[in-house]
């Protein structure tokens, strides 16, 4: 994360600098996009049988050509807490809790976390309303995704749970991701509404990286295919200089 925001500040410093003053609402304009956004997905393939719906956060840098490509690069954390798996059928025991070291029955909760990061390429089928800047984005995206269980135990006092046997039931996948955009893109004549709205579709070509699952008592060696259909709402800091709306001649 340090990484994200060290690199969000930099390119902050070198749009401002750098970019010439334009007119977004008479022409297409060069100009690097810093955003932040929100998404709600629901998984398909694989993950359907893992996870629930999920949210997710994202950073993005991206830059438009004044012929209208854009690439960009672009974080995202997502997170849910609807399990759908079983993970300790070995240790539950007959009334199905698990006992703690205080001879309790333990707090355990389960989350679903993930992130992946990913290049994008994309085009804008401009409308030329309300400026030549706006219009349908369609982009696609090759990167990673990486995706496990989160075991939290109330109290770190389940001896079966400690921090290198999670690791036996986290099921920590992660592979190639490849995913898809498309939406509109609207960057106002004045700087201060600028966002995205879309449709995103991921695929990822998975696999387990643990060499043991407990709960199967084998290492899972499967090839998964994870798939996430969302939509998702991004706000854009443009990084270009407003020129001026009039002139003055002496």
Known sequence: MKKAFLLLFVTSILGNRLIAQVSVKDSSIY???VGVSYGYYMPSG??????GNNSSVMLNVDFKTRKYWTWG????????????ESLFDSIIGSDGSIINSKGEISDIRLFERGFTVSVTFGRIFSFKKPNP???????VGLGFIQHK???ETIGNNVPQLSKEYKKGYDRLSNG???SENLGYLFLSNNRLQNFYVGLECMQGFTQSRRSFDFETMHKDSQKRLDLLYGAKVIWYLPLYKKAPSAFYYY
């Open 149 to 151: 269980i989160r075991i």
């Open 73 to 84: 690069l672009n974080g995202s954390y997502f997170f849910g807490k609807d399990i759908k």
């Open 176 to 178: 190639l991701l490849l």
């Open 46 to 51: 694989d993950l359907k049988n893992r996870f």
């Open 31 to 33: 100009t690097p996009l």
């Open 133 to 139: 800047n706006s219009g349908i984005l369609l982009n």
